[in-house]
């Protein structure tokens, strides 16, 4: 066997969803147990060509145009960490998935879940940074909604937002689109958010301060798509970070990843908390990163196109998207080998987006 | 003074929200604090046109097109009750919010904030029955997404849904279009939803049970509108009911509203146990009702309409917009007096959409 082989006998399948009668914390993770929960629960009942995108947004047409809309509930503990806070995770976190479709992300709303109790300050701090997010991303929060449950049965605050935008002709953009040849491109470091939260949360300290890298990435997909409409996929590798996202493309464009992890930047704080903590920072969250598969002819422009704006500065090609094993992601490793990464059961950090 | 005539002396403003240093359970009733928190704290921050509307939906322009875009979270305890449950009240919910605006519900996305050890068999049974409202309304879920919170830190499941949808041409309605002369028509019976599931909660048994009455409007607004465009206002009296959606348009619109009490359809248990839990069923929430504000002219038409649909065959003209009074809801009384009717500062009814 060739040492870019792979023996896959023994592999077990992702367990069904009947073995867990109730929801546990993994259903929200991100892992396998969260598309589970999509394969036989949502998707069953709900079925629909815009659905089965199984996109971060859903495409219609209104009037000949192409709206791209998603949805994203905010549940982070604590609603401050450094380097942001829940309401600018909310307001950045779906502007991105919206940005993923190739949209214009135009449209906002907002829905809070108050805990009775919460300081009036806390609220203002938040919606004030949530203004501040939506101003810097250029969307507007246009309607909004506000519940408050007995002390007890929430967390300060969550926060829902929706959104729309608008994809620009030419633009076609999915989680299906990768062909073997493509080239994988990431948009930076990867782990800042997870572990910002985690180190929090933890009380670990560092020399220096693991910040959040929340940011709304779609001018950055401006900057790209000004470059060339052939982009492929565009995901942001958020909950279950770049491994659990990669795996999906792989299995949504029925293609093989193959991940250089040396080429993977992670600064050297966020190395030490994940080791300190034995988590891999592949799996880790982040919230101002994207992944991008793009034809190889493309791929010298956009990552120009990337390193040039302020949020692409460390962007680098990290992997190939190839015919062999498909629905899998495998990673060569520091000393030369080869693992297959396979998507999580259910995740490593509870709830940090 | 006349018997028509009131005298305002001795109002007092609502307080500012200074003076509540902490979010309590009244921020999420309807009422003055709800508006408060709005006006003093949510639209100062997000300031734009579309907000300020301040309607069920926003409203924006894509192509030529005229979208309508709302959000609703659903916090109801219990999560199945009399009449419905927290899935099919979180559908019509938000198809509800865009059909006030004249528009044709189109997507809804869903959110699910889900309590770590609900039964799978729950969630299932409150997405089978989301499914059925979907398709009922004629509604496509698009798009979702699920997070799982630590048990004791969620009631279970909160829900929230977003949609869009387009408004027909020459169709404008709006929370600041009422004007002195024009009807106030409401499309049924009064308080059903808000008892069933105080009913339920506070473990009160009648000889009737007491169902929700949770409906999705939009086929109604649409025989409505086939009638006629000249629709001033529409809105679904949910939280705070009658009283406090009326009180709203009056403001917005900047009119008086006449109330005639002898004519709010209310059934017999619902009125039953309005007496026993000291409640005014002005006040209770309603979840598949809705008020229409039009010109006199149009009226007898649009009635008609209504009565001829399953969802407005007790529909009655209850009130009129005045010049009088702007900016107040008065209401004529089983006696004949006249009695302001003021928006409450919190709620009646804690959590029941």
Redesign the interface.
Known sequence: MGSNELNFEGWVCPMP??D??????????GGKL?AE??EH??LP??R?E??EGLGD??V?N????R?A???????VRPLFFPGGNIGELAVNGTVNDIAMSGATP??L?????????????T??AI??S??AA?QKAGV???????????K????GV?I?T?G?G?IPEGVHIGPHRAQPGDVVILSGTIGDHGMAVMSVREGLAFETTIESDTAALNHLVAAMLAVTNDIHVLRDPTRGGVASTLNEIAQSSQVGIVLDERKLPVKTAVRSACELLGMDPLFVANEGKLLAIVPAAAAEAVLAAMQAHPLGQEAAVIGQVVSQHPGMLVAKTGIGATRVVAMQIGEQL??IC
Chains 1, 2 share one sequence.
């Not at 209104?62 to 145009?65: E, R, W």
């Not at 507007?140 to 007995?150: A, E, M, P, Q």
């Open positions: 969803l009947r867990y009668p109730n929801i546990i914390l993994g259903h929200g993770g969260s929960l999509v629960l949502f009942a709900f629909n815009q659905l947004a859903a219609f209104i009037n000949g145009a709206l809309m998603s949805t994203d509930s905010f549940v135009l449209y709303s907002a829905g809070f879940i108050i805990e009775e109790g919460l300081p009036l300050e609220l203002g919606v004030t949530m203004a939506a507007r929060l246009i309607t909004g909604d506000t519940k408050v449950v007995d007890g049965h929430g967390d969550y829902n929706s729309v608008v509870p709830r």
